[in-house]
């Protein structure tokens, strides 16, 4: 299940463009969703329409229903509202970071019963980003993870944060996907030139993770 975060209510940061993450969101899940409805072997679903306001936990809880294989939940990144500047672009608010910030972040919880389902997926990813040279966030940072999060594996960027709702209350494995920051110029040109191929990677790493399940039970 891929769950697209935010909703119209709360559509999360405001990025370069002056375009809220929601709509980076949809975009990615939206071709996400295309690639694989031309392989019949996935079914996907979504956690929730476009346009409904739903909780947290409301999300997860629709794939507990339907006891789907894999969470997958979207998101892209800001950066502290201090390092953000404001500006003015086309008549609408645009919000650039005053840092450089480039790169994704995987969070896992363990909270969520398939922890160590989540962690081999986050890798499969993270290897998956890599070969068309996408970089971890934490691969260059020297600051140290907020409260609440533990760093894991600093080369893929994947951090343990226990208390993400929609982590914690799924209860297949569940992966929270940082693709990268909006705010900064840089990296926002990135996303959007490179976005079919970051949903191309994501793909072959839902092959990988579904190889290694099988291979898994035959052994
Ligand atoms: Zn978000």
Avoid: C
Wanted: charged content about 30%; aromatic content about 10%.
């Amino acid at each position: 299940m891929f769950d697209s975060g935010h909703t119209n209510r709360e559509p999360g940061a405001l990025g370069v463009q002056g375009e809220f993450e929601k709509k980076y969101n949809d975009t990615l899940v939206d071709e996400l969703i295309a690639l694989l409805n031309r392989d019949e072997s996935f079914r996907t679903y979504r956690s929730a329409e476009p346009d409904e306001e739903i909780s947290l936990e409301e999300r997860s809880f629709r794939a507990n229903r339907i006891s789907a294989d894999l969470f997958l939940s979207i998101h892209h990144n800001s950066v502290n509202e201090e390092k953000i500047e404001y500006f003015s672009l086309e008549g609408r608010t645009a919000a650039r970071t005053r840092e450089d910030r480039q790169g994704y972040s995987l969070y896992i919880s363990a909270k969520n019963p398939r922890i160590t389902d989540s962690l081999w997926f986050a890798t499969a990813l993270g290897k998956r980003l890599e070969e068309i040279g996408r970089e971890s966030y934490s691969i260059h940072s020297k600051s140290s993870p907020p409260a609440g999060q533990q760093l894991m594996n600093k080369r893929y960027g994947i951090f343990q944060y226990d208390n993400l709702a929609v982590l914690k209350a799924a209860s297949m494995p569940a992966l929270l996907f940082e693709v990268g920051f909006i705010v900064d110029e840089k990296d926002d040109i990135w996303l959007r030139q490179h976005r079919t191929e970051i949903a191309g990677q994501i793909v072959r790493a839902l092959h990988d993770f579904r190889e290694w399940k099988l291979s898994e039970k035959t052994h």
